[in-house]
């Protein structure tokens, strides 16, 4: 039946854009992710993924992680659980350290996290999204640290054509879910503003799979606002936001509690650009905070338990000069700031006590790098280096070099590829720093690194209306960064550079619009890593696939299909005080959207998740979702 499921989805067949753009079929669409300036997509030296605004409307009722699930080569793992549960990473075989998370083009970071700085993706809506862009593999010469596997730009709504234009948007669904959304958005001469809010609250049900357990329930808010002021080639705009999640939580798999976290974030920002005759200046700069606190439920009443406090400042500016049609190169200067705190409650007292003090703990780096683009006829290279001075490792050089061929005929293309790339990840504020009594501090750690190499091919046409691409990887990773026990009487621990890892794959996809009324594609990827238990979690195979059909002006039904191969996992049992490792089942889940114009102002939309009520594990120990729907509205003005 699994086999037969599976087919069933393959044949709906592979993309590594998850859908196309279906408004609007001749329009090229651009991007920044691959070169900090804009490109048309399929001009890029590696394969970029784009879910643009069109895509997303097809995943209304859905969250970010739940979109992002759906890309080529990720495994977002808890995606299936509870809502509220934390989202790991896993693309192309590594963690969520690898990963960059981008806000309009700038980093957004969590600095507060153990071993990863990536910004939590459950604090942010998928309501206030324009458009996601993807660049997978070794991107550090662009973007620095962390961006050794995947980057991933996230685009506001902030384009407006009237002085006043906005949305309001409801939903409700499985589990007491509601939500609302608001946008008010407008463009007045020479000044663009945004505001924009969100709510949403769930009773959810038990994180913990077990029987009469409790349901663990969550609320989240995000207030984000920008003002913009374009004068002649200057551009300029001011951001900030504020996002919050509270959410129940349990003692781990199997293990039910009674336990709540309440996790805040605020930004604020500034983005300005200046255009001359044969180049632009841009400059970014963004302030974060984060505010995580974890509490038990102790005498009919919640306790602190722990708190950590994360503030990261971030600043660059780069110039892109084109000497000709064919020559033009970026060259710029970053520098970025940050600063952890942390809190616990001793055995026996009362109020929380200072393990870190933020004001002692910090990272700063500088970083210079320049990107070169040459181009002749079919003949293009992309070369770069970027040269980082960390206050605690030093100097670390990486570089890329990506040569490829691209032709054109007309409304059709056809590109081919091969980079080699190094990377590299900065060891995180508590890796450094440590956190008494069970994890020592290590100042003498070094970058994590890797070298990857990538061959990318992509055809088809320029509008998206049909493309094929397939890329194939090599990975080989060194001084990975790795917990482990150096004192056995106090069973105190020290992140180390000890590890050393290769991981190989490709990405297969394909999007076909063949016919006004239908579209089908999908995408499959395969990974393996050399040390097989760093692979806990991570599926050697996906398969992501979709038909969407119009029957009627207006009306847009899509199937979706999931397939996951199997993988393993371990968990803690608390009955035998061991832990045990299990191979869990490969699954297949079909969901359904169906999103309806009723007119020009007002549309609806009705999302089914899990349509086959299958019954599977995502992670050992937790709950699945079963069959859920989420109905909503939109109205614009």
Do not use: C
Request: charged share 20%; hydrophobic share 35%; aromatic share 12%.
């Amino acid at each position: 039946m699994k086999k037969r499921l599976f087919f069933v989805g393959a044949m709906l067949v592979l993309s590594s854009d998850i859908f196309a753009q279906q408004e609007n079929e001749t329009q090229i669409e651009t991007v920044t992710i691959a070169s900090k300036t804009k490109q048309q997509l399929y001009k890029t030296g590696k394969n970029v993924q784009l879910i643009s605004a069109a895509d997303l409307e097809k995943h209304q009722g859905q969250s970010l992680p739940e979109v992002l699930n759906q890309v080529a080569g990720f495994q977002i793992v808890s995606n299936f659980n509870n809502g509220q549960e934390p989202k790991a990473m896993k693309i192309r075989g590594g963690k969520s350290a690898n990963v960059l998370i981008l806000m309009d083009g700038v980093p957004l970071k969590d600095v507060t996290g153990n071993d990863y700085n990536v910004s939590d993706l459950r604090l942010l809506s998928q309501e206030s999204v324009e458009s996601i862009e993807i660049l997978n593999g070794a991107s550090s010469v662009l973007y620095g640290s962390n961006a050794t596997v995947s980057v991933i730009n996230i685009k506001t709504k902030k384009t407006a054509t009237r002085s006043i234009e906005g949305i309001l948007g409801a939903r409700g669904g499985s589990f007491s879910t509601f939500a609302q959304n608001a946008l008010l958005k407008g463009k007045i001469k020479d000044l663009t503003y945004h505001v924009s809010g969100f709510n949403e609250k769930s009773d959810g049900l038990s994180s913990a799979e077990g029987e009469n357990f409790e349901k663990d329930g969550f609320e989240k808010q995000n207030i984000s606002a920008m003002v913009g002021y374009s004068f002649g080639n200057f551009n300029l705009n001011v951001n900030g936001g504020w996002n919050h999640h509270l959410f129940d939580y349990d003692g781990g798999a199997f293990s039910d509690g009674v336990y709540r976290a309440d996790d805040r974030q605020h930004f604020v920002g500034a983005n300005a650009n200046f255009k001359y005759k044969n180049g632009e200046i841009a400059f970014n700069t963004r302030f974060s905070g984060n505010e995580r606190l974890g509490q038990s439920f102790v005498n009919s009443a919640y306790q602190d338990d722990f708190s950590y406090a994360g503030r990261s400042f971030f600043s660059e500016i780069f110039n892109n000069y084109r000497f000709s049609e064919h020559v033009n190169i970026t060259v710029g200067a970053q520098f970025e700031n940050q600063k952890m705190g942390a809190k616990s409650l001793p055995w026996g007292k009362t109020q929380l006590e200072d393990v870190l003090k933020l004001e002692d703990t910090e990272l700063h780096a500088t970083d210079i790098f320049a990107n070169a683009n040459f181009s002749f006829n079919i003949l293009n290279l992309d070369a770069g280096a970027r040269l980082t001075d960390n206050s605690k490792f030093g100097q670390h050089w990486v570089y890329s070099l990506n040569p490829y061929l691209l032709k054109e005929l007309e409304t059709y293309y056809l590109k081919v590829g091969y980079s080699y790339s190094t990377a590299f990840i900065a060891p995180t504020l508590y890796q450094t720093y440590g956190s008494l009594p069970y994890v020592l501090a290590n100042f003498e750690l070094e970058p994590e690194t890797n070298f990857a190499h990538e061959i990318d091919l992509s055809l088809g046409k320029k509008d998206r209306t049909l493309v094929f691409n397939a890329s194939f990887f090599f990975r080989n990773e060194k001084n990975v960064l790795t917990y482990g026990i150096v004192d056995f009487q106090t069973y105190a621990g020290q992140y180390l550079n000890v590890a050393e890892n290769k991981a190989k794959g490709f990405e297969l996809g394909v999007n076909y619009r063949l016919h006004p009324m239908l579209r089908l594609g999908g995408n499959f990827s395969f990974v393996e890593k050399e040390d097989e238990a760093t692979m806990l979690r991570q599926p050697k195979q996906r398969v992501n696939s979709y038909a969407e059909f119009q029957p009627f002006s207006g009306t847009r039904i899509t199937v979706n299909h999931q397939f996951i191969s199997k993988r393993a996992d371990s968990f803690y049992n608390e009955n035998t005080f061991l832990v045990e490792e299990v191979m869990l089942d490969s699954f297949n889940l079909f969901n359904l959207n169906i999103n309806q114009k009723i007119n020009s102002k007002i549309d609806a939309y009705l999302n089914i998740g899990n349509v086959l009520n299958t019954s599977y594990v995502d992670v050992i120990g937790y709950t699945t979702k079963p069959r859920n729907y989420m109905l909503g509205v939109n109205y614009r003005f």
